[in-house]
C-alpha cells in the first residue's frame, strides 16, 4: 500500500511564511502529479498547486505568486512554500498523489491522499 504523510503546519501571523512537506512511502512503483488542496471550514476542497512528474506546474488563482509547489523524486516528497500569507489562506491542507503502486507483480495505479494537515494565518 502506499501513504502519503504532510507535515510542517502550524499558526502563522499575516504576511509571514510556512513551508508544507508530503512524504510519499510503501510500495511504490510510479509517482505522478501530485499537488496540494485545501479545505476551510464550511467551503469545498479546492485546488492549491499542483506539479507534474516533468516538472510542470499550476496553482489555483488565489495563490499564484505567493506559493510554489516543488518535488524531490529522489525523496518521494512534495513541498508548499507559502508566503505572504493571509488570513484566507487558512484551512486544512491535503496532499494527493497519482501513484501507481505494486503487488503480487501487479501495478495498481490509484489516487492517494494525506491525513491533512490544519494551516492558521492569524490577522
Known amino acids: 500500500q502506499v501513504q502519503l504523510v504532510e507535515s510542517g503546519g502550524g499558526l502563522v501571523q499575516e504576511g509571514g511564511s510556512l513551508g508544507l512537506s508530503c512524504a510519499v512511502s510503501?510500495?511504490?512503483?510510479?509517482?505522478?502529479?501530485m499537488g496540494w488542496y485545501r479545505q476551510a471550514p464550511g467551503k469545498k476542497r479546492e485546488l492549491v498547486a499542483r506539479?507534474?512528474?516533468?516538472?510542470?506546474?499550476n496553482y489555483g488563482d488565489a495563490v499564484k505568486g505567493r506559493f510554489a509547489i516543488s518535488r524531490d523524486n529522489g525523496k518521494n516528497t512534495v513541498y508548499l512554500q507559502m508566503n505572504r500569507l493571509k488570513p484566507e489562506d487558512t484551512a486544512v491542507y491535503y496532499c494527493?498523489?497519482?501513484?501507481?503502486?505494486?503487488?503480487?507483480?501487479?501495478?495498481?495505479?490509484?489516487?492517494?491522499w494525506g491525513q491533512g494537515i490544519q494551516v492558521t494565518v492569524s490577522s
Open positions: 494527493n498523489g497519482n501513484i501507481t503502486y505494486y503487488s503480487d507483480g501487479y501495478a495498481y495505479p490509484n489516487d492517494y
Open positions: 510503501g510500495s511504490i512503483f510510479t509517482i505522478d502529479a
Open positions: 506539479i507534474t512528474s516533468d516538472g510542470s506546474t
